[in-house]
């Protein structure tokens, strides 16, 4: 939350007309070696039609795929299937976005991930996306 709470803020989704609520938090754990780590999915939704799915854990071992399923699960949720939902994952490093349109039967599609490991910040771009998916929503 430390890196998304001030991109949410940037792209204008703590001001109307977006509202941000929370859902409750899954437990995740990966055992590596003997050893067990613990952590967390942290869940936003805004308007019912853009979660975001937060992993939160002390280590980086987790990866955006622990909580892809459970994006799409909520996202197949949405009480109004003629528009697209769109999601977003993301450990505090890495990003991935996530589309969903369920006409007849359900497609979804996954962007590129963004990373703050490369030398060239893509902190940027995903700002750009959220700000773009914040005209779409409206």
């Known amino acids: 939350m ?16 977006f509202s941000l609520a ?3 938090s899954i437990e995740i754990a990966l055992e590596d070696k003997e050893e067990i780590v613990r952590g967390r999915i942290d869940v936003l939704v805004i308007q019912q039609q853009l979660w975001l799915l937060v992993i939160e854990s002390k280590r980086a071992s987790f990866s955006l795929l622990e909580a892809i399923p459970q994006a799409l699960a909520y996202m197949l949720a949405n009480p109004n299937p003629t528009k697209p939902v769109f999601g977003l ?17 359900a497609k979804y599609a996954l962007s590129d991930k963004f990373t703050l490991s490369r030398r060239e910040n893509e902190l940027y771009r995903v700002l750009s996306i959220m700000k773009k998916l914040g005209t779409i929503l409206i």
Do not use: C, H, I, M
Request: proline residues 6%; aromatic residues 12%; without cysteine.
């Open 89 to 105: 994952v993301t450990n505090g490093e890495d990003f991935q976005f996530l589309k969903l349109s369920k006409q007849v039967t």
């Open 22 to 24: 929370t859902e409750q």
């Open 2 to 17: 430390v890196v998304l709470s001030p991109l949410l803020d940037l792209a204008g989704f703590y001001r109307e007309p």
